[in-house]
């Protein structure tokens, strides 16, 4: 495949220059920028059109969350990863409605961080796992899981599970002998019916009803 170019904004040149380092490390993968403000960052972003943007929350200008929504309305082909001290579910949430396509703690190994890059780069989310054992516990409080599931008919339960299975939609349109047209619509179905309006987030649900086995 294609060089795999990352464009790193982080305000702290020495937790810049050990990300970069462990970036380059990976096979395939090139730093092409590097930036320490979020007014850099997008600059870098407009110069360069990296495929992938490993982002920290906290920076001056513009902090991460601002960057992470200029980007992806602007450039929604380029995939973001927020790489951050911040391992509060709160802040993963945040990430992922604005369109961030990985959340990672800067305490993960390299290859988890190598996993990261490669899973969003063909186009799935990635979340941390202790990350998204918090965000499956914070979901679950207080909320009616099942009986939101109860109001999805068979073919939508259907859906959901292989949309939650990393399935696109012509794969599921192909396995389950619709158009993907229909597919589309019992997506938009499901979001309207969970109030779910992320891939992540239905994958998050069906783990929590028990539609996706992830393991031990």
Do not use: C
């Amino acid at each position: 495949m294609d060089t795999i170019r990352v464009l790193i904004a982080d305000d702290h040149p020495l937790v810049r220059a050990g990300i970069s380092s462990l970036v380059t490390k990976i096979e395939g993968v090139k730093v092409i920028g590097e930036a320490g403000t979020g007014g850099e960052a997008l600059d870098l972003v407009r110069q360069h059109r990296p495929n992938l943007m490993l982002l920290d929350i906290s920076m001056p200008e513009r902090n991460g969350f601002e960057v992470l929504d200029e980007v992806t309305k602007t450039y929604p082909e380029i995939r973001v990863i927020v790489l951050t001290v911040h391992e509060a579910v709160e802040y993963a949430q945040k990430a992922l409605r604005g369109g961030a396509a990985g959340f990672l703690s800067k305490s993960a190994a390299i290859t988890e961080l190598e996993e990261a890059i490669h899973t969003v780069v063909r186009g799935e989310d990635y979340i941390s796992p202790e990350i998204l054992k918090k965000t499956l516990l914070h979901m679950g409080k207080g909320t009616s899981n099942q009986e939101r599931l109860a109001t999805l008919s068979p073919r939508q339960r259907e859906v959901l599970r292989l949309i939650a299975e990393g399935m696109t939609t012509k794969q599921i349109g192909r396995l389950l002998n619709i158009s993907v047209k229909t597919v589309e619509t019992h997506r938009a179905t499901l979001m309207e019916k969970l109030g779910i309006h992320e891939v992540a987030g239905l994958v998050r649900f069906a783990i929590i009803v028990g539609l996706l086995d992830v393991g031990e």
